[in-house]
């Protein structure tokens, strides 16, 4: 008679693994991470936008300053001053236009320059030199970015016998009195607004602006990205 040999079972280790409920649950947080970080990434970008438009904003104002403060081109050999209190005289406003252009594009690396100048000679008020777009390849056409439209009209901080008030709903709302043959300061307060028209682009394409003696009347119902004042002196 046959023995049966009875062998115990062998004894495999238990694996463990993740529930259901523990799978979403980590779904779940993982969605509610990426929603947060997505969430976050919209206002960091458009901080970072605001910081380089701060920056150009900035630089134009520095160029704007310099030009009026320091260029031999407005009246070389006469005085910068008495072209400048004219020119915004004469018109109530006197507008500059500050922009990058393309020198050239034909290689890998295109040579881009600053353009500033006024928007024309004001009648001889101010040196051609002095004036937009008059050295040879300077065009609207090839701006390689924001045209910036800076209009200049008299202060508020002129003594008040030398400007009248036009009304605060008027553009410019500051006119001068006097020629300057009877401007007796020694200083002339000019306030400075700086302008990015959409208007202003369609320069791009067809390389011609409208003035601001046409356009001066919708300026005073537009906002511009930055107003500050300035000074020259004699």
């Known amino acids: ?26 779904i779940g947080i993982f969605l509610v991470t990426v929603l947060a970080l997505v969430g976050l990434l919209g206002p960091t970008l458009q901080s970072v936008d605001e910081v380089e438009q701060a920056d150009e904003i900035a630089s134009v104002v520095n160029t704007v300053n310099a030009f009026l403060q320091s260029s031999s081109d407005i009246a070389p050999g006469a005085s910068k001053f008495d072209a400048i209190y004219n020119a ?39 040196n051609n030199e002095a004036v937009v777009n008059t050295d040879t390849g300077e065009s609207f056409g090839n701006a390689a970015g924001t045209i910036y439209r800076v209009v200049l009209t008299p202060s508020s901080v002129n003594p008040a016998a030398q400007v009248t008030d036009n009304g605060a709903g008027a553009y410019p709302r500051y006119a001068l009195v006097n020629p300057l043959a009877t401007y007796s300061e020694g200083y002339f307060a000019m306030e400075v607004r700086i302008f990015a028209r959409e208007p202003d682009m369609s320069a791009v394409q067809s390389g011609t602006m409208t003035l601001t003696s046409a356009v001066v009347t919708s300026l005073a119902n537009e906002d511009a990205i930055f107003t500050y004042n300035t000074a020259i002196v004699r």
């Open 1 to 26: 008679m046959s023995c049966l040999r009875m062998f115990p079972s062998p004894k495999y280790p238990q694996r463990s693994g993740f529930s259901l409920i523990e799978v979403v649950l980590a």
């Open 88 to 126: 915004v005289r004469n018109n109530g406003h006197a507008t500059l236009f500050v922009y990058q252009w393309f020198e050239d594009v034909s290689g890998s690396d295109p040579i881009v320059k600053l353009e500033i100048g006024f928007e024309d000679n004001d009648a001889g008020t101010i």
